[in-house]
T-cell receptor, first 110, second 112 residues
Framework: TQLLEQSPQFLSIQEGENLTVYCNSS?????LQWYRQEPGEGPVLLVT?????EVKKLKRLTFQFGDARKDSSLHITAAQPGDTGLYLC??????????FGTGTSLTVIP | KAGVTQTPRYLIKTRGQQVTLSCSPI?????VSWYQQTPGQGLQFLFE???????NKGNFPGRFSGRQFSNSRSEMNVSTLELGDSALYLC???????????FGPGTRLLVL
């Protein structure tokens, strides 16, 4: 079983603060994806990273894939209430199966 | 393009009953994966279908089964429902299975 551990599990911050969410595994993945899920809805893809060391920016969100392709981080600058949700990382092992992380529930307080 | 659709959105069943959930993938997508999401276990992979064949299976009992039709629509069935089967069931589609997955809104199943 390929396990993806996310930390922290819960995060509650004030609007305007910065935060980082981590996704770690002992397994190597060919690609890693980050999703955000809002209550009652399915996860929505934010980004896919495929190259070790890759950094992608999406407005205030910065995603990094570890050099060894075993870990990833998501950094949010100046968080806004609209960033509230469950953040999930998922690794692709090229076996037609995605392994999802344990999730980080983020609440941004106005 | 229309997104992934799932029906029904909400379902209430009692223990021992069976249930069938439906998923229509994005047009042109041939891979459909099913996941179970619960607060305690997170998102867990059930199975993946590609061109009407089950290509991959997660670690769930045989009460959970699925199928895919020639138009790529997929159904999953849970027989002899247990209280622990209460969850959000999500399906995701992709073109061939190894690329970006697009999720539907899910079916929330409550077993009483």
């Amino acid at each position: 079983t390929q396990l993806l551990e996310q930390s922290p599990q819960f995060l509650s911050i004030q609007e305007g603060e910065n935060l980082t969410v981590y996704c770690n595994s002992s397994s190597v993945f060919s690609s890693l994806q980050w999703y955000r899920q809002e209550p009652g809805e399915g996860p929505v893809l934010l980004v896919t990273v495929v190259t070790g060391g890759e950094v992608k920016k999406l407005k205030r969100l910065t995603f990094q894939f570890g050099d060894a392709r075993k870990d990833s981080s998501l950094h949010i600058t100046a968080a806004q209430p609209g960033d509230t949700g469950l953040y999930l990382c998922a690794g692709d092992d090229t076996g037609n199966q995605f392994y999802f992380g344990t999730g980080t529930s983020l609440t941004v307080i106005p | 393009k229309a997104g992934v659709t799932q029906t029904p959105r909400y379902l209430i069943k009692t223990r021992g009953q069976q249930v069938t959930l439906s998923c229509s993938p994005i047009s042109g997508h041939r891979s459909v994966s099913w996941y179970q999401q619960t607060p305690g276990q997170g998102l867990q992979f059930l199975f993946e279908y590609f061109s009407e064949t089950q290509r991959n299976k997660g670690n769930f009992p045989g009460r959970f089964s699925g199928r895919q039709f020639s138009n790529s629509r997929s159904e999953m069935n849970v027989s002899t429902l247990e209280l622990g089967d209460s969850a959000l069931y999500l399906c995701a589609s992709s073109f061939q299975g190894q690329e970006t997955q697009y999720f539907g809104p899910g079916t929330r199943l409550l077993v009483l």
